[in-house]
Nanobody, 113 residues
């Protein structure tokens, strides 16, 4: 019944931007902190950005200053605005509802010339 659906990934060149979305259903979205994670080929999944139920954010050092996370509780959606993308940002991006064990299936971001 719980579903998290990521969208917005794609192929972009270095320096360009993407906006990812994660739409949630089956949970009381507004009470959950949310996290964006990514997993690059051959690498461990890592936390990219986190946002509390109140909108407080935190970011991995590798993306700080380039990525911005936000949420719209009325739409049950969390966003990740990714600017100044680098090839090392290439990964499958997943969203997660804190403490629930619920994950989306991911959306692929490829940054390449």
């Amino acid at each position: 019944q719980v579903q998290l659906v990521e969208s917005g990934g794609g192929l972009v060149q270095p320096g360009e931007s993407l906006r990812l979305s994660c739409a949630a259903s089956g949970i009381i979205f507004s009470i959950y902190g949310m996290g964006w994670y990514r997993q690059a080929p051959g690498k461990q999944r890592e936390l990219v950005a986190a946002i509390t139920s109140g909108g407080r954010t935190n970011y991995a050092d590798s993306v700080k200053g380039r990525f911005t996370q936000s949420r719209n509780n009325s739409k049950n959606t969390v966003y990740l605005q990714m600017n100044s993308l680098k090839p090392e940002d290439t990964a499958v991006y997943y969203c997660n509802a804190d403490g629930t064990g619920y994950w989306g299936k991911g959306t692929l971001v490829t940054v390449s010339s």
